[in-house]
């Protein structure tokens, strides 16, 4: 028995480092992409800002305007940090 403690215990610390932060980032950017609206600014994983103007539920995707004109995207592509830090309300000291 106490030859398998070991292996249990780096399982143990392979799920709760690894795994379950995983699956949390996980859940949060699907809640994320759900929850996007019109109007919403937002940048997308390749680094491209814009403006979410329409969002089709049917195929899971979104239009957003840029400077250059309006372009569709998969919801997820669309980066939850980098969107969150550029809607983040700005504090001065």
Request: charged share 30%.
């Amino acid at each position: 028995m106490m030859d398998f403690l070991p292996f249990v215990a780096m399982a143990a610390v392979v799920y709760f480092f690894m795994i379950a932060p995983q699956m949390k980032r996980s859940k949060q950017e699907k809640k994320f992409a759900s929850e996007l609206k019109r109007g919403d600014k937002v940048i997308t994983k390749s680094g491209l800002h814009g403006k979410v103007v329409d969002l089709n539920d049917k195929d899971n995707s979104c239009v957003i305007e840029t400077m250059a004109g309006k372009i569709k995207f998969e919801r997820s592509a669309i980066s939850m940090e980098m969107s969150m830090k550029l809607n983040a309300p700005v504090t001065t000291k």
